[in-house]
T-cell receptor, first 114, second 115 residues
Framework: NAGVTQTPKFQVLKTGQSMTLQCAQD?????MSWYRQDPGMGLRLIHY???????DQGEVPNGYNVSRSTTEDFPLRLLSAAPSQTSVYFC?????????????FGQGTRLTVV | GNSVTQMEGPVTLSEEAFLTINCTYT??????LFWYVQYPGEGLQLLLK?????DKGSNKGFEATYRKETTSFHLEKGSVQVSDSAVYFC??????????????FGKGTHLIIQP
């Protein structure tokens, strides 16, 4: 029962470096998304996808890129890391069958930008 | 826009105490309402949900009722256990895809249960 798998679990970057956070799900879910969790802020939506080849911006998209070439994978790219991107990142997926659909979350990637 | 307000805590209770975590919301449209729980070092998992007014969601002894007239979805449990220690998030969506195309979260309530 893999569910939603995120890698890596921890990462330290230097300012200006780039990296890709990986997310994969094995539930054949159409909908996938990325959130960031900051102290006292709850979770905020970065980008989401409603199917392969379709992505859209969420509440806080600046500094991040996404693409969705397969149903299973939804990587998040940081183009030039900044200290403000220090956060815990969660990937989520759902089957998109109505507003009451449950979202399944990965275990998170803790990113520190120094 | 959509927003969720919940008490932030930390909330510290003794084992077997009664728990209430308040949650109120504003929404454009008719939202579905959720409580998610995050145990230490883990991702979020769905605790319970309600999709229309007066619905009651329940799971693991927790309950919450969708109150449209007061725009609230308060979480309650009659007798908490040490294992309930976690961070609890109230959330809503008005989007057709449910969770993964846009949940709006509250800031989270850290619950600590002492033996």
């Amino acid at each position: 029962n893999a569910g939603v798998t995120q890698t890596p679990k921890f990462q330290v970057l230097k300012t200006g470096q780039s990296m890709t956070l990986q997310c994969a799900q094995d539930m054949n879910h159409e909908y996938m998304s990325w959130y960031r969790q900051d102290p006292g802020m709850g979770l905020r939506l970065i980008h989401y996808s409603v199917g392969a080849g379709i992505t859209d911006q969420g509440e806080v998209p600046n500094g991040y890129n996404v693409s969705r070439s397969t149903t299973e994978d939804f990587p998040l790219r940081l183009l030039s890391a900044a200290p403000s991107q220090t956060s815990v990142y969660f990937c989520a997926s759902s089957n998109g069958q109505g507003k009451g659909t449950e979202a399944f979350f990965g275990q998170g990637t803790r990113l520190t930008v120094v | 826009g959509n927003s969720v307000t919940q008490m932030e805590g930390p909330v510290t209770l003794s084992e077997e105490a009664f728990l209430t975590i308040n949650c109120t919301y504003t929404a454009t449209g008719y939202p579905s309402l959720f409580w998610y729980v995050q145990y230490p070092g883990e991702g979020l998992q769905l605790l319970l949900k309600a999709t229309k007014a007066d619905d009651k969601g329940s799971n693991k002894g927790f309950e919450a009722t969708y109150r449209k007239e007061t725009t609230s979805f308060h979480l309650e449990k009659g007798s908490v256990q040490v294992s309930d220690s976690a961070v609890y998030f109230c959330a809503l969506t008005t989007r057709s895809g449910g969770g993964a195309d846009g949940l709006t979260f509250g800031k989270g309530t850290h619950l600590i249960i002492q033996p």
